[in-house]
C-alpha cells in the first residue's frame, strides 16, 4: 500500500483486537460489529495463541473484511501475515527488526512501528516503516507494559518530528478521540473501548461521531 492518503484513510479507527476483552463473545462477531459500526483497520493481536489457532483467527478476519476492503493487520507475526495474506504488519520495540521484515514482506505489505520515546521517533526516520503507532498517550489497564505516557504535548512533538502518519493508542476513547485527532493523530487505536463493548457497532458509531469535532 504505497498511496499515503489511502493508507491514512485505513488508519482512521483502527481496532486491536484481544479475545480475552471481548467477554466470551466470538471475536469474529466483535469484529464484524465493529466494522459495521466504521473501524476502518483490524490489527490481529493474539499473543497467546497457538501457530495454528493464530493463522485460523487471521484467516477467519482476512474472509471477513476482505469483501469491505478493510486491511488486515497481523501483530509481529511475518509467518501469520504472510500465510493469510495480510495487508500490513505491525512491530514493536522487542520484535523482528523492520529492516528485516521489510526485506521478507512484499512490497505491497505495510508495516507499522510502536515509538515509545522520542529516540524511537527519529529512529523511525532511518527504517522501512509506513506508519507510527504511538504508545501509550494516556496511561491503560489493557496494556501495562509501556512507557511514560506521551500525553497530548508528547503527541504534537512526535507530530512536529515526522511525516510519517501516526496511529494514538492507549486510553482512546469518544470522548477524547478529537482533541487526540488535533494534536496531531492521524488514526486512533483502540482495544477495550471496541471489545468490551457493550454494542461494538455502537461504540464504533461513537468513536467516529467523536471525531467529527476535529476538521
Known sequence: MT????????LRLYLVTDQALCRG????????????????????????????????????LKTLLAPRGIP???????DVALACGAEGVHLGQSDMPAQEARRLLPPHVFIGWSVETPEDVVRSAQLPVDYLGVSPVFATPTKTDTKTPWGLDGLR???????????????????????????????????SALCSADDPCAAARALHEG???HV
Open 3 to 10: 498511496d499515503g492518503a489511502a493508507l491514512r484513510r485505513h
Open 25 to 60: 463473545r466470538q471475536l469474529a462477531d466483535v469484529v464484524d460489529a465493529a466494522v459495521q459500526g466504521g473501524a476502518s483497520c483490524v490489527q490481529l493481536r493474539e499473543k497467546e495463541l497457538s501457530t495454528r489457532d493464530f493463522l485460523a483467527q487471521a484467516l477467519a
Open 72 to 78: 488486515l493487520v497481523i501483530n509481529d507475526r511475518l
Open 157 to 191: 512533538r512526535v507530530r512536529d518530528m515526522t511525516r510519517l502518519p501516526l496511529v494514538a493508542i492507549g486510553g482512546i476513547h469518544a470522548g477524547n478521540a478529537a482533541e487526540v485527532l488535533a494534536a496531531g493523530a492521524d488514526g486512533l487505536a483502540v482495544v
Open 211 to 213: 471525531m467529527t469535532s
